[in-house]
């Protein structure tokens, strides 16, 4: 199968790009830059130069493909895709996030684990992802093979926007923080196994599908706590909502810090096979790639 990849030069975006040539299928990478594509022909994947508002070039390559693997979570390039594919039967899978069953808990734990299908009340600014995931869903009425994931944090390769991000943000405060009682709990998944999940998505998700990724969970008070261990510090610190926006940054702190967004990933395992076999984060953190890159 042809399959285009967005966001192919990303964290997500490459290991997915790479996993899908890995898996037999002839794979092309959008990138908007010159280094992009020498990036990408360094891996043996053929790059596409052009923006995500390049109308023109993503309708010819869309044609050309038989199927689009948008990582690239741009809201706006969704709906360009969608029009550009009505009436295709084309595959559509769409990078979502997890996120949008994130809550305002403060710190505390919260024994909801949210399953897909169920309603969902997204926090201050994931109201746009969650209708953008609804008019996904809405398109395999339209002539359109979608599908829809829901990724938790993605870990691995030392590096990550949540994990990498709570590493360097704990570096320029120099403190790693939680906060509350820090009892609040994020799933996760290893970097690979995220991959295979969209690889799995593109060769045997029904058409209208969502399914959420997710292989573990952890408490933000013990990822805090092997952060300071990794950058010497004595121990993470609880500290006050105020104190976390102050030191990470409003939307950091409530889309990963302060909240829980604990998922199940029970129907990806059955419905595509998907069976995770990476590291934990704690191992990750402790004695794995992180470690390694961090200490």
Not at 25 to 44: I, M
Not at 145 to 161: D, K, M, Q
Request: overall charge negative.
């Amino acid at each position: 199968m042809s399959v285009l990849v967005t966001g192919s030069t990303g964290y997500v975006g490459l290991a997915v790009a790479l996993r899908l040539k890995a898996a037999g299928h002839e794979t092309f990478g959008l990138t908007d830059t010159v280094t992009g594509t020498k990036v990408l022909e360094s891996r043996g994947i053929t790059p596409i130069l052009a923006t995500l508002e390049d109308g023109e070039t993503i309708r010819n390559v869309t044609q050309l493909v038989d199927a689009v693997v948008d990582v690239s979570g741009h809201l706006p390039a969704a709906k360009l895709f969608l029009a550009t594919l009505e009436g295709t039967e084309k595959r559509y899978i769409r990078n979502s996030t997890s996120r949008v069953y994130v809550d305002a808990s403060l710190g505390s734990l919260s024994r909801i684990v949210h399953k897909e299908g169920k309603t969902v009340s997204p926090i201050r600014g994931l109201a746009e992802i969650l209708e953008t995931d609804t008019q996904v869903l809405q398109a395999a009425e339209m002539g359109i093979h979608t599908t829809v994931l829901r990724p938790s944090i993605p870990y691995g390769e030392a590096s990550g926007p949540v994990i990498g991000g709570l590493i360097k943000r704990a570096i320029t405060a120099g403190r790693s923080l939680y906060v509350g009682p820090g009892a609040n709990r994020q799933s996760h998944v290893y970097l690979a196994d995220l991959a295979e999940s969209f690889v799995l998505a593109v060769e045997k998700a029904p058409s209208g599908s969502l399914y959420n990724i997710a292989a573990g969970e952890s408490s933000l008070a013990d990822i805090s706590q092997d952060i300071a261990t990794i950058l010497g510090y004595p121990e993470a610190l609880s500290c006050t909502m105020d104190a976390a926006y102050e030191a990470y940054g409003v939307k950091f702190v409530d889309g990963v810090v302060a909240g829980n967004c604990r998922v199940d990933a029970t129907k990806a395992r059955i419905e595509l096979g998907w069976l995770p076999k990476g590291p934990g984060l704690q191992d990750e953190l402790r004695e794995g790639s992180y470690a390694l890159m961090w200490s």
